[in-house]
């Protein structure tokens, strides 16, 4: 059974186009990257999870900011890893550099019995979609393409608020 993840992946409308909310992941293998390390917020989740409520929640656990409005469904995407990520699209705003997120612990460095606290996300952005594009995890970037179709053809879509 593959590995399931749900997010949210939030935007806001500027006039030279929409531009979307990303994450970058912490942690010391994150450190040093940046183009094709870039995430939409999100979790993985279990048998008998509802993806939608995980979804929020991890929105709020990886940013610290409340998931509300009006979420579009997306198409379910498989990464190249296997997992399949499920999301919704919600227009939002929120301050990037104002983030709060949760924390994991790791050994680090490798091998030295130390263990050490990390933020699950180290920063975020608002990125125009093609910036975005080069930014995002490759298996998540088929998102931004059906986001931007959505937009222009102005079918958004309601799920729930």
């Known amino acids: 059974m593959p590995k399931k993840s749900a997010g ?12 979307v909310f990303l994450v970058h992941p912490g942690g010391p293998f994150w450190a ?12 993985e989740y279990g048998p008998g999870e509802d993806p939608f409520e995980v979804a929020k ?6 940013t610290g900011f409340p998931a ?3 979420f579009m469904p997306l198409t379910p995407r498989k990464q190249p890893s296997g997992k399949i990520i499920t999301a919704w699209a919600l227009e939002g705003d929120g301050d990037a550099s104002r983030i709060k997120s949760n924390t ?11 263990q050490q606290e990390f933020p699950e996300v180290d920063r975020a952005g608002w990125f125009p979609i ?7 995890i490759k298996g998540q970037a088929p998102f931004l393409d059906e986001l931007n ?8 879509r309601k799920r729930r608020d």
């Open 149 to 156: 179709e959505i937009l222009k053809e102005g079918k958004e």
């Open 32 to 43: 040093q990257k940046d183009e094709g390390a870039w995430s939409i917020p999100k979790g």
């Open 68 to 70: 509300e409005g009006n």
């Open 130 to 136: 093609p910036a975005a594009k080069e930014k995002i």
């Open 8 to 19: 949210l992946l939030m935007y806001r409308r500027r006039q030279g186009g929409p531009e």
């Open 57 to 62: 929640r991890e929105f709020q656990e990886e």
């Open 104 to 114: 994991f612990s790791m050994e680090w460095p490798p091998r030295s019995g130390r």
